[in-house]
C-alpha cells in the first residue's frame, strides 16, 4: 500500500481542493468526493504520471493542466458555452458572440483547474513523498485503471451535468474546445524534457518569501473586481500571470531552489483556497452555520497539510527551511 499512498492520496486530494476547500460544496457532501474522484483526481495522477514517465517536468505538467480544464469546462460541464450554468449567468459578463465565450470567465475558471485543481495537488503530494517527487507511482495496470477511472469520471460528470441541464453547446464550440485540447497536448509534449535547475548562480529567494508571494498573488487573482468594463479584469488577469510566470520561473533557475520553495508555491496557493471558502458561496443552498464549520474545517486541513509536508521534508533530510 505504501508503494501506491502518493497516488491514491492525489486521487483524493484533487477533488477536495477543486471543490471543498475552494467553496463550492458544503461539507454535507463530503461523501461526493467518491465521485468527483475519478475526474479532478484520476486527470490529475494520470497528467502527473505522464510528464514524470515522458521527463517533461512543470512546463509540461501546467500545459496539460490547462487542457484538463478546457477539457472539464469547454466539453464536460459545458460552462464556457452555456449561458444558463447552474443558473449562474456566467457569461453575461464579458460575453463574445463571435466566440460564443465570455472572456473573463474563461480565463478565471481555466485558471483555476490549471493552478489549484490540478498543479497545486500535484506539487503538494510531490513533496510529501518528496523521495519519489520525479519518478512514476504507478506500474502499467495501475496506470491503465487510471485511464478507465479518468474516462469513467468524464462519463459520468457530463450524464450528471445533461441530466440537469440539456444545453448542448453549438458543434463548432465544441469542436474548438477539442481542437484547443489537441494542441495543448502537442506543446506540452514539445517543451524540452527536465526541469532547469540551477542555471542561474543568484540564491534562491527565502521560502518564506516564496510562500507570501504565491499567497498574495493568488489572492489578488480571486479578488480582481468586475466592473461595468470587462476588458479591465482581463487585463488585470493578464498582466498578474505575467508577473508570475516571470518571478517563478526566475525563482525556480537560481542556486538553492528546491523542495521547500515548491511547498512555499503549492501552500501559498492552497492558504487562498483556504480562505477563500468561507465567502464562497456553496452550489447548493444549505444551513449556513454547517457551511461555515465546514469551511473551517477544510481551512485547517489545509494548514495540517501543509505542516504535514514540512515535517516530512524535515525527516527527509532536506536543507532546513531558512531564517
Known sequence: MSRIAPAVILFFLAPFVAEFLLGNLPITMLSSLIVLAPMYGGGALLIREVVRRTNRGWPGMIVLALAYGVLEEGITTQSLFNPNYLNAHLLD????????????????????????????????????????????????????????????????????????????????????????????????????????????????????????????????????????AWWIPVVLYVILGIVVFIVIRSWSRRRGWGDWHRLALAGGALLTYAWHGFPQPSVFLGNSTVDLIGNAIFAAAAVILILIAARRLQQAGSAPLPA
Not at 498543479?119 to 503530494?125: E, R
Not at 444545453?167 to 484547443?180: E, M
Not at 542555471?199 to 499567497?215: E, I, K, Q, W
Request: charged letters at 10%.
Open 93 to 228: 459578463y464579458g460575453f463574445l458572440p463571435s466566440l460564443g465565450i465570455a472572456i473573463p470567465w474563461t480565463i478565471f475558471v481555466l485558471t483555476i483547474h490549471t493552478v489549484w485543481s490540478i498543479s497545486v495537488p500535484i506539487a503538494l503530494v510531490e513533496v510529501l513523498f518528496s523521495k519519489r517527487r520525479t519518478t512514476p507511482w504507478l506500474g502499467r495496470p495501475g496506470l491503465a485503471l487510471t485511464c478507465i477511472l479518468f474516462a469513467i469520471g468524464i462519463i459520468a460528470t457530463t450524464a450528471i451535468t445533461l441530466s440537469t441541464d440539456a444545453f448542448i453547446a453549438p458543434v463548432p464550440q465544441l469542436a474548438g474546445a477539442v481542437i484547443a485540447i489537441i494542441i495543448l497536448i502537442i506543446i506540452a509534449f514539445s517543451l524540452k524534457p527536465g526541469e532547469p535547475f540551477d542555471t542561474d548562480t543568484h540564491p534562491a529567494p527565502n521560502a518564506r518569501s516564496v510562500g507570501v508571494f504565491a499567497l498574495i498573488a493568488s489572492s489578488i487573482f480571486m479578488l480582481i473586481p468586475h466592473p461595468p
